[in-house]
């Protein structure tokens, strides 16, 4: 087990290093590569409302006429020992760890993630609680009770959130509950969970219905589709046999033995909602990761962005390491060696 863990420890750092890689070749030398200069470079840190001068001297500060595998080590070494930036009026240091400098807003992009986060995990926790208690509930009662009224049903209203995009829902969501009714806080209320526990929740409480929605329909219909498999199984009708209760046999046989592609799952869906909920947090006007990297996208400011890909790649490879360490507990029939 321990080697397992370290194994797979190695592999995540791996995994991440060639991550912050890709990432840094999508913006950095993808562009040169269909003709891009370093000037064209230079105006994702500085704005559209720079002119040619001010794109030319960045251009030179920022190092973008030197090769990309140093810009890549230069930007390494700023993320685990900090870096220093000429912003024209003085030079700006932006201590470890340095994901990056705004020449927009003239801050560095790590407080700013930190200042953010606690939306985007109050939104993906909630969210996901509620997302799993409907989805393995529904799915399981669902496949327990085959061709009946109630399966239908679920089926329905799963294709429904399946279908239904989150913004479509998200406004109607608003538009009865919020606004018409008054049972829910409208769009852009929302309070730090340390200032008010209850306006926190009040706050958040539609966004986590209206992302549960949708994933727990997902969920619903995976859980369905598992619990058919593993019912038909040789042990199943060998605990039957036995003379176990029924309920036992659905959740501590059928139920466990199903959840491990819906652990796979969770762990994707979990650790890219860490890494920004960009369309519920842009509807209801939440200021997590997700609207902070949609506002950068749009006053093009390159190292918001880059800042954000990396904290939701490193989020998503968390969640499936610790997922690959659950398999174990969830299915004794998965040996980690």
């Known amino acids: 087990m321990i080697t397992y863990i370290i194994r797979r420890l190695f592999a995540a750092v791996l995994l991440l290093f060639i991550v912050s890689a890709a ?8 562009p040169r590569l269909v003709g891009g200069t370093p000037e064209t470079l230079a105006t994702r840190y500085v704005g559209r409302a720079a002119t040619p001068e001010t794109v030319n001297l960045i251009a030179h500060k920022l190092g973008f006429y030197d090769p990309v595998y140093v810009q890549y080590g230069r930007w390494i070494k700023g993320i685990f020992l900090g870096a220093d930036f000429d912003a024209g009026a003085g030079i700006e240091h932006c201590p470890a760890p340095c994901f990056g400098y705004s020449f927009i807003t003239h801050q560095p992009v790590w407080p700013d993630l930190l200042d953010r986060l606690p939306v985007t995990l109050s939104l993906a926790i909630g969210a996901a609680i509620l997302w799993l208690i409907l989805g393995l509930s529904t799915g399981t009662i669902s496949a327990l009770r085959r061709g009946s009224l109630l ?18 829902t998200g406004l109607l969501g608003l538009l009865v509950f919020s606004y018409q009714l008054g049972w829910t806080a409208p769009g ?10 209850g306006d926190w929740f009040y ?16 969920y619903a219909r995976l859980t369905r589709a598992g619990m058919l498999e593993t019912m038909s199984e040789d042990y199943i009708r060998t605990a039957r046999a036995k003379g176990l209760r029924e309920r036992d ?11 491990t592609p819906i652990l796979t799952i969770f762990g994707l869906d979990f650790g890219l909602l860490l890494g920004g909920a960009v369309l519920t947090e842009q509807v209801f006007s939440l200021p997590g990761l997700g609207k902070y990297a949609v506002d950068a996208i749009t006053n093009n400011d390159l190292p918001k962005v880059l800042g954000v890909t990396l904290m939701a790649a490193f989020f998503v490879v968390i969640a499936n390491l610790i997922v690959d360490l659950l398999y174990a507990v969830v299915d004794p029939r998965v040996r980690l060696g």
């Open 23 to 30: 990432t840094f070749a999508i913006f950095y030398l993808f």
């Open 151 to 168: 399966d239908r049903t679920v089926m329905t209203v799963s294709l429904a959130g399946v279908s239904l995009p989150i913004f479509f």
């Open 188 to 197: 852009g209320s929302y309070t730090p969970f340390t200032e008010n526990p």
């Open 203 to 218: 706050s958040l409480l539609l966004p986590w219905v209206v992302l549960a929605f949708q994933f727990s329909a997902s």
């Open 249 to 259: 046999v659905n959740v501590k046989h059928g139920l466990r033995a199903a959840l």
